[in-house]
């Protein structure tokens, strides 16, 4: 399976944008999800995740209440929706898989088997 992330943009603080991770070569309906995000000079750090099932939405404190992650296994698309934005929520965004059916939503990358491109989110003051 391949990831394929879009929906990055320019927008101003306050505003919103909807990231895509879009899967070919085989569903995702077996696969937790989770969107990470790297700044510059940065950390890559874990934003949301999602179980396989697409229940049990799990946010970092930073975007909690301003972000929801949801899974469509019908598009075999998971999506980021991004409200209020802030500027320190500008980074390259990241969609990450994971294959083993765990029902947990997990946080740390090395619990991802499969990763899409980074789309870069510039929120400006």
């Known amino acids: 399976v391949q990831l394929q992330a879009s929906g990055g943009g320019l927008v101003q603080a306050g505003g919103s944008l909807r990231l895509s991770c879009a899967a070919s070569?085989?569903?995702?309906?077996?696969?937790?999800m989770g969107w990470f995000r790297q700044a510059p000079g940065k950390e890559l750090e874990f934003a949301a995740g999602?179980?396989?099932?697409?229940?049990?939405?799990y946010y970092a404190d930073s975007v909690k209440g301003r972000f929801t992650i949801s899974k469509d296994n019908a598009k075999n698309t998971v999506y980021l929706q991004m409200d209020n934005l802030k500027p320190e929520d500008t980074a390259n965004y990241y969609c990450?898989?994971?294959?083993?059916?765990?029902?947990?939503?997990?946080?740390?990358?090395?619990?991802?088997?499969?990763w899409g491109q980074g789309t870069q989110v510039t929120v400006s003051s």
């Open positions: 990450a898989g994971d294959s083993r059916r765990t029902g947990l939503v997990l946080r740390r990358r090395d619990e991802y088997d499969i």
């Open positions: 070569g085989g569903t995702l309906r077996s696969y937790g």
């Open positions: 999602i179980t396989w099932s697409g229940g049990s939405p």
